[in-house]
């Protein structure tokens, strides 16, 4: 089945600077990847997605990127802001179906 | 999206015995999912409630333990049965919309004592 592994655990930045999230995932035949978005005691958001046809996507201050060949993703943050402070989960939806979600990095923005 | 319910948010239970967390959609929906966060940690999928029949039940999940029903497409129902601390957990459902994207209800925190 599908594994997804997401770095770093935990990221501090600035304000004002950028934070970068990685992921990998192993399943070739995964053709979606969503990045969740989970503040303390609340569920789970979905704040951008990307499909397997797709190099890159951008929404305002974030973006993710897609290598399939290398099988990596990221979420990219610009201009971070105190309410980025959150935990991110990348995920991968494979060919069952079933979205499967990496570990999460906790986001610290700095003042 | 879809705006989705849980009920109870949130329960205290004794050990040996069973609850049941009902999710609601305001429209119909393929998918249906069951995940557990636990306490600062990712979440992972019990099971897809799939409509007029069984569960699929993820590798280390039971249907004795986490029976789940579908009855149409807009509710299901989890339940966690003869409960120990272990399952003191976050239980979340979750809904696909249009095929992919996948949203989540707001969660029923369940302690076990």
């Known amino acids: 089945g599908e594994n997804v592994e997401q770095h770093p655990s935990t990221l501090s930045v600035q304000e004002g600077d950028s934070a970068v999230i990685k992921c990998t995932y192993s399943?070739?035949?995964?053709?979606?990847f969503p990045w969740y978005k989970q503040e303390l005691g609340k569920r789970p958001q979905l704040i951008i997605d990307i499909r397997s046809n797709v190099g890159e996507k951008k929404d305002q201050r974030i973006a993710v990127t897609l290598n399939k060949t290398a099988k990596h993703f990221s979420l990219h943050i610009t201009e971070t802001q105190p309410e980025d402070s959150a935990v991110y989960f990348c995920a991968a939806k494979s060919g069952d179906d079933k979205i499967i979600f990496g570990k999460g990095t906790r986001l610290h923005i700095l003042p | 999206s879809a705006v989705i319910s849980q009920k109870p948010s949130r329960d205290i239970c004794q050990r040996g015995t069973s609850l049941t967390i009902q999710c609601q959609v305001d429209s119909q929906v393929t998918m249906m999912f069951w995940y557990r966060q636990q306490p600062g940690q990712s979440l992972t999928l019990i099971a897809t409630a799939n409509q007029g029949s069984e569960a699929t039940y993820e590798s280390g999940f039971v249907i004795d333990k986490f029976p789940i029903s579908r009855p149409n497409l807009t509710f299901s129902t989890l339940t966690v049965s003869n409960m120990s601390p272990e399952d003191s957990s976050i239980y979340l459902c979750?809904?696909?919309?249009?095929?992919?994207?996948?949203?989540f209800g707001p969660g029923t925190r369940l302690t076990v004592t």
């Open positions: 979750s809904v696909a919309v249009s095929g992919l994207e996948q949203y």
């Open positions: 399943d070739s035949a995964s053709n979606y």
